[in-house]
């Protein structure tokens, strides 16, 4: 069974910086899309950073969102069936809950599109908080 674990949320000032981490428990499939999603109530669920792996090394490929170009970045350990999300210069607007997601079954073209984690892995999320 594929569980999904985020964790390294919290609470900071603008600014700052958090380190998102997303076990992956029971992932054992060598290529796969893995990324980053976040949402906050009342607002459209945003794609943030994806990243495409295949046989234990990434394509080289990742994207990001405009809103965090250049302030995250988005690497994995294949090591540890871990993904993570480094996220400098926070700002308020970078409030929401954010959720880790995984598909094996799209493709590294695929990857980057809006819909690729449909029919994916989910993780129950984890807050960020930045204040001004």
Do not use: H
């Not at 992932?27 to 669920?45: H, I, L, N, V």
């Not at 046989?55 to 995250?72: I, L, N, Q």
């Not at 607007?93 to 599109?113: G, I």
């Amino acid at each position: 069974q594929v569980q999904l674990v985020e964790s390294g949320g919290g609470s900071v000032q603008a600014g700052g910086s958090l380190r998102l981490s997303c076990a992956a428990f029971g992932y054992t499939y060598a290529y796969s899309c893995m990324g980053w999603f976040r949402q906050d109530p009342g607002k459209e669920r945003e794609g943030v950073a994806s990243i495409y792996s295949s046989g234990g090394s990434t394509y080289g490929r990742t994207y990001y969102a405009d809103s965090v170009k250049g302030r995250f970045t988005i690497s994995q350990d294949n090591a540890k069936n871990t993904l993570y999300l480094q996220m400098n210069s926070l700002k308020p607007e970078d409030t929401a809950m954010y959720y880790c997601a995984a598909n094996p079954w799209v493709n590294a073209n695929s990857c980057y599109s809006a819909s690729w984690s449909n029919g994916g892995y989910w993780g129950q999320g984890t807050q960020v908080t930045v204040s001004s």
